[in-house]
């Protein structure tokens, strides 16, 4: 939710102007977001990876613990 400082008030994404400016002071708040760090989306594929050795890990322990 986009917030203007000197207006000290949260805006509506739709009832921002052109620009994503307040409708109040014009001033610009609303500011693209960053895109996702290449090192985070690496974390995520190595736990997603991790995950699935477990999984398969549980599968094959079941079997002779049961």
């Not at 939710?1 to 994503?20: V, Y």
């Not at 307040?22 to 594929?45: D, N, Y």
């Not at 991790?50 to 322990?61: A, D, I, N, S």
Request: charged fraction near 15%.
């Amino acid at each position: 939710m986009p917030w203007c400082d000197d207006c000290s008030q949260f805006w509506n994404e739709k009832t921002l102007h052109e620009g994503g400016t307040c409708p109040s002071c014009g001033r610009a708040i609303l500011t693209a977001r960053k895109p996702v760090p290449w090192h985070f989306k690496l974390v995520l594929v190595a736990f997603a990876g991790y995950m699935v050795y477990r999984v398969y890990w549980l599968v094959q322990w079941l079997p002779h613990h049961i």
